[in-house]
């Protein structure tokens, strides 16, 4: 897995570049609708949060590079559109997550016979730890270029979710959810 989390945290710094410098990239939609650079951002940062938190292997230090590189260039991107978010956020702030979604990931994971540490709740908090880093961006950034529908990306506004109301340059926009 080193080498996937290298590759990742490169590609991670190749978007920042591409999207900020050349915004109209952002909103460009592949022919499949399963192909999306805002669902693989979220779904590569989701994969590495859940490794270093509930996945009982060697310390993955390149997960975590990983997740920092992400999460910095979804930053950048939400500054070049006024994206409003926490720089700092708390590992206990809310996000989008539900903790019975994270239990049913580590359920399937655990089925397919993934090695799991046998502490889900701290499990849990280490991975609340990671996805604040990005969870407001990346909601905000998926909703902005109209996303395809992906669980944990894109649509997070059915009632029971925490939904970030999202802000540009000052104004909001009508929160769902």
Known sequence: ??????????????????QTSYAALNFF???RSDQSWIVAAGTVLDAAALT???VDVPRQPHAAMCIRAGYVALRRIAD?????YDPDP??????????????????RLAEAGVPLFAGREQAWR????????YDT???ALADLIMAPYAPWTSD???????RPQIRFWGRSSPSKG
Request: net charge negative; charged share 30%.
């Open 156 to 162: 997070r506004s059915a009632p029971d979710h925490v």
């Open 52 to 54: 270093l938190s509930a």
């Open 29 to 31: 939609r592949s022919p």
């Open 126 to 133: 280490d991975f609340a730890g990671w996805r604040v880093n």
């Open 137 to 139: 961006v990346l909601l």
């Open 90 to 107: 708390r590992p206990d702030d809310l996000f989008s997550i539900r903790r019975e979604e994270f239990g049913d990931a580590c359920d």
């Open 80 to 84: 070049f559109f006024g994206i409003a």
């Open 1 to 18: 897995m080193p080498a996937l989390w290298e590759r990742w945290e490169v590609w991670f710094a190749a978007v920042q570049e591409s």
